[in-house]
């Protein structure tokens, strides 16, 4: 509850996070991602979440409303309407440090919702969801256990003045409802200096529409 409270608090502030990211497991799933100017580095184990790790006392916002957290992320090459059954789309969830310092296990997390307000994940049934992986020459879906289009998918660290870019995908299938559609992605880190977990997040509006009528 700490963390969705949280959550509303930097949607309602900053406009970039979705309350529901608290509701994904409170274990990363094992993956990969890419590191800053390197190929992917795959992991063979789980991470903790990042608010139980014993150097953060808990969520930066949570003592400090006026927070923002160091680390920017941003959602590039989607659409503004996606055809449901048009087949993937494909765009870059980007994590950037301006900063000089040096930030190790970066979680990531991303997802799809049918809801502007608070965070309502689509079932897989319906909305896919991909993230590539250039190690493995790989796709893999960003799911929770239950079915849902949302998830922690893997972990990456930056330097100072790097960004991590990752490729991802979403298929919007011919079942899913026509209307609102918001994808989301963000990253859990340990802000060393406030001894606190930060959260840096980022959405991105979008309309699911009527595929085309093909006429003669």
Not at 102 to 118: D, E, P, Q, R
Not at 155 to 172: E, F, Y
Not at 193 to 214: G, L, S
Request: hydrophobic content about 45%.
């Amino acid at each position: 509850m700490k963390f969705r409270r949280a959550l509303v608090t930097v949607a309602t502030t900053a406009a970039i996070a979705p309350a529901a990211l608290m509701t994904a497991p409170s274990a990363f799933a094992a993956s990969a991602v890419p590191s800053a100017n390197a190929d992917v580095v795959p992991s063979a184990a789980s991470a903790a979440h990042p608010a139980t790790t014993s150097s953060a006392s808990g969520l930066c916002m949570t003592g400090n409303p006026k927070y923002r957290p160091v680390l920017r992320t941003a959602l590039t090459g989607l659409p503004n309407k996606i055809a449901a059954g048009s087949g993937w789309h494909d765009f870059t969830l980007t994590i950037d440090n301006p900063s000089q310092s040096k930030f190790t296990n970066i979680h990531l997390f991303a997802g799809v919702s049918s809801t502007y307000v608070g965070f309502k994940a689509f079932p897989t049934s319906q909305v896919s969801l991909q993230a590539y992986f250039p190690k493995i020459k790989r796709w893999e879906d960003v799911t929770d256990t239950a079915g849902h289009t949302d998830g922690y998918f893997g972990w990456g660290w930056l330097s100072g003045h790097t960004h991590i870019n990752v490729p991802m995908r979403i298929n919007v299938k011919k079942n899913a409802p026509i209307g609102k559609a918001l994808a989301l992605g963000a990253g859990f880190y340990q802000d060393a200096a406030h001894k606190c977990t930060a959260i840096t997040a980022v959405n991105h509006k979008m309309q699911i529409v009527a595929p085309a009528r093909h006429t003669r």
